[in-house]
Antibody, heavy 119, light 108 residues
Framework: EVQLVESGGGLVQPGRSLRLSCAASGFTFDDYAMHWVRQAPGKGLEWVSG????????GYADSVKGRFTISRDNAKNSLYLQMNSLRAEDTALYYC????????????WGQGTLVTVSS | AIRMTQSPSSLSASTGDRVTITCRASQGISSYLAWYQQKPGKAPKLLIYAASTLQSGVPSRFSGSGSGTDFTLTISCLQSEDFATYYCQQYYSYPPITFGGGTKVEIK
């Protein structure tokens, strides 16, 4: 059974940094691209970033480009999101999602980790 | 970036109703479209991919159609467990992946 477990969220002041982690199990992690998707309170889904199986291809939403860095450690079956220069508008539930075999859509999601940016 | 526009943003329906949700892409995306269902406090659930392919385990009352710029999600006979928010997502042009704004299906 595929499991994705996010961690690292919390309350952080504007301008500070936070690192999210996603621990994956139940599948061959280094066979799949992985993504982060966020959802602000009461709002819709927003794709944040994605990384290919070998980290050779990485993409970011314009809203986080230059501030967030996605990475992965295949030896540890883990996905990361380094978030710097955080803003109030980054407040959201951050989901880790596994890319499906057929393309960049998501059958498997974690439960999410909440990031609150506030002074 | 390709913009995905869903309509309506919300609707009220009764159990047993046929419900149709529309998603329009700002440019052609062939059939690279997925639909998700999300209930409060839960992660999204994949319903349909490739515009019309039902994800394994999803009830057959859900169906998807369309290609190019215009797509629909239809629930043929609404059940109580179907009251939720639905999102479309394009994966034709990546990055970025883009989602529609969501359609909340509420009980009439």
């Amino acid at each position: 059974e595929v499991q994705l477990v996010e961690s690292g969220g919390g309350l952080v002041q504007p301008g500070r940094s936070l690192r999210l982690s996603c621990a994956a199990s139940g599948f061959t992690f280094d066979d799949y691209a992985m993504h982060w998707v966020r959802q602000a309170p009461g709002k819709g889904l927003e794709w944040v970033s994605g990384i290919s199986w070998n980290s050779g291809s990485i993409g970011y939403a314009d809203s986080v480009k230059g501030r967030f860095t996605i990475s992965r450690d295949n030896a540890k079956n883990s996905l990361y999101l380094q978030m710097n220069s955080l803003r109030a508008e980054d407040t959201a539930l951050y989901y880790c999602a596994k890319e499906s075999d057929g393309g960049e859509y998501f059958q498997h999601w974690g439960q999410g980790t909440l990031v609150t940016v506030s002074s | 970036a390709i913009r995905m526009t869903q309509s309506p943003s919300s609707l009220s329906a009764s159990t047993g109703d046929r419900v149709t949700i529309t998603c329009r892409a700002s440019q052609g995306i062939s059939s690279y479209l997925a639909w998700y269902q999300q209930k409060p406090g839960k992660a999204p659930k994949l319903l349909i991919y490739a515009a019309s392919t039902l994800q394994s385990g999803v009830p057959s009352r859900f169906s998807g159609s369309g290609s190019g710029t215009d797509f629909t999600l239809t629930i043929s006979c609404l059940q109580s467990e179907d009251f939720a928010t639905y999102y479309c997502q394009q994966y034709y042009s990546y990055p970025p992946i883009t989602f529609g704004g969501g359609t909340k299906v509420e009980i009439k």
